[in-house]
C-alpha cells in the first residue's frame, strides 16, 4: 500500500470526482487530512472541510506525556534525559514517543544521559 500526501492526490485524480466524493458519503463516513501545506488544498474542499490548527505541545505538556509513559510501561529515565527528550522532541508528541522508542530498543527499562 503506497502513502501520498493529500496534495499528491489532488494533482492526480480529478478534483471534481473527489468533490462529489466528498458530498455523496454517507453520513457515517468520515473523512480525515493532515497536511502540512494547506494552501495547496483547492478551495472547494476547504470550503468543505472543519480545519483544525495543532499547535507544538509546551514542554509542561511533554513532561507530562513522558511521566505518563514511564509509569504505564514502568521505564526509569532520569530527569537529565527527560529535559533532553522534551529538547528534541520541539513540541511534538509523535517525535517524543518515536525516541522514547529507540531508546528503549538499546535499553529496554532505563533512559538515562
Partial sequence: MSTYSV???FKFFFQNAFLKTLENANNHVIFIFATTEIEKIPTTILSRCQIYNLTPLNNDQLLDL????????????????????????????RDLLSNIEHLRQINSQTINV
Avoid: V
Fill in 7 to 9: 496534495q499528491y492526490i
Fill in 66 to 93: 513522558i511521566k505518563r509513559i514511564i509509569t504505564n510501561e514502568d521505564i526509569k529515565i532520569d530527569d537529565d534525559a527527560c529535559q533532553l527528550l522534551i529538547e528534541l522532541a520541539k513540541g511534538s508528541a
